[in-house]
Each structure stands twice: as structure tokens, then as C-alpha cells.
């Protein structure tokens, strides 16, 4: 106890039930988003069932729902991508399940390999990539639920690279001719 207080707490905090929040059924924070998918991520039994791969498109199941909220699984091949794109007015929780995807946006490139969580806010631009030469598996959670995902093909000059420049040739030699 503060000695420095004259605050005393008398028998047990716990017994004063109008002090204790009910726990919620749904959702309804960021943490608590994280902590779903998560949860969700952990419980292979919950979604490895549901997962099927697509060569001609990038394939996906709503796994859950709830008040304002929905949970997507995502499949892709190696190759298969997003394309530069927002989530409109949702909110979102990207967690990589199985595999390596790679994520661009104007800041840079960022690899997300097994058990990688993002999080993101409304009109966040990236584009989602499985550049490995396996396939890949992975959650996403939107609050509100998604609506709209409006594509921005314009501003993909000012995204990162899809691969990294060739490396420049030694001082001092010139590069062979093509």
C-alpha cells in the first residue's frame, strides 16, 4: 500500500459487481480486433477446413460476422496480388496464416511471413502480393464491415518496386552489352 495515500481499499474490489464489466461477446476495439484474429489464427481447426486455392483468381470465404464487423480468408498462389487498393471507410486487421506475402505501399516493401499481424485504418493505400514460390493463406478483419475497395492503379508509379532494381555493376566496369 502508498503510504502517501490516505485511499484504503476495504475487502475484496471483486465483490463490488457493478464495478466489474461484462465481458463481450463481440469485439469492439483495435486490441480486441487483434486479439480475434488472433485467436482465430491460433485455431487452425477454425479455418485450415475452409481453405481452397484458385490459379485464375485470388480466392475467399467470410468466415465470420458480427455486429459491424467481418472476418475474410484469403488464398493466393504464387504471383496472385490485390492490386494498390484502400478499404474505404473500414478499419482492418490483416494476419499472414500460412506462407509469405508482401506488402507495398508508398513508404516501402514489407515481407509478412507466418503469424505477421497489420493493422490499418480507414483510406490506408497497400497492395498485397504472394511473391514466394508457395502459396499463401491469410485473415483479414473489418470494421466497419467492408464495403467498398476502391483500387488506385494511378498511384502504383509511387508505390514501391515489385522487384528490386538489378544491382549496379562494379566501379570501374562497364555492363555488358545486352
Known amino acids: 500500500m502508498n503510504s502517501d495515500s490516505d485511499l484504503q481499499i476495504a475487502g475484496d474490489?471483486?465483490?463490488?459487481?457493478?464495478?466489474?464489466?461484462?465481458?463481450?461477446?463481440?469485439?469492439?476495439?483495435?486490441?480486441?480486433?487483434?486479439?480475434?484474429?488472433?485467436?482465430?489464427a491460433a485455431d487452425r481447426a477454425q479455418w485450415a477446413p475452409h481453405v481452397e486455392y484458385d490459379a485464375t483468381t485470388r480466392w475467399y470465404h467470410r468466415l465470420r460476422t458480427g455486429p459491424g464487423y467481418e472476418v475474410w480468408l484469403l488464398s493466393w498462389v504464387p504471383g496472385q496480388g490485390s492490386g494498390l487498393h484502400d478499404h474505404g471507410p473500414s478499419s482492418g486487421v490483416l494476419t499472414v496464416l500460412e506462407g509469405e506475402l508482401t506488402e507495398r505501399t508508398e513508404r516501402g516493401v514489407r515481407k509478412l511471413g507466418g503469424g505477421a499481424t497489420r493493422v490499418f485504418a480507414p483510406g490506408y493505400i497497400h497492395e498485397v502480393v504472394n511473391d514466394s514460390l508457395e502459396p499463401a493463406v491469410s485473415l483479414h478483419v473489418y470494421y466497419p464491415g467492408l464495403t467498398e475497395m476502391p483500387m488506385?492503379?494511378?498511384?502504383?508509379?509511387?508505390?514501391?518496386?515489385?522487384a528490386p532494381p538489378a544491382p549496379?555493376?562494379?566501379?570501374?566496369?562497364a555492363p555488358a552489352a545486352p
Open 168 to 173: 549496379a555493376a562494379p566501379v570501374g566496369l
Open 13 to 40: 474490489i471483486l465483490e463490488v459487481q457493478h464495478l466489474l464489466q461484462p465481458a463481450r461477446e463481440h469485439p469492439a476495439t483495435v486490441a480486441e480486433f487483434v486479439g480475434l484474429a488472433r485467436s482465430l
Open 152 to 162: 488506385h492503379e494511378s498511384l502504383q508509379a509511387q508505390c514501391a518496386p515489385v
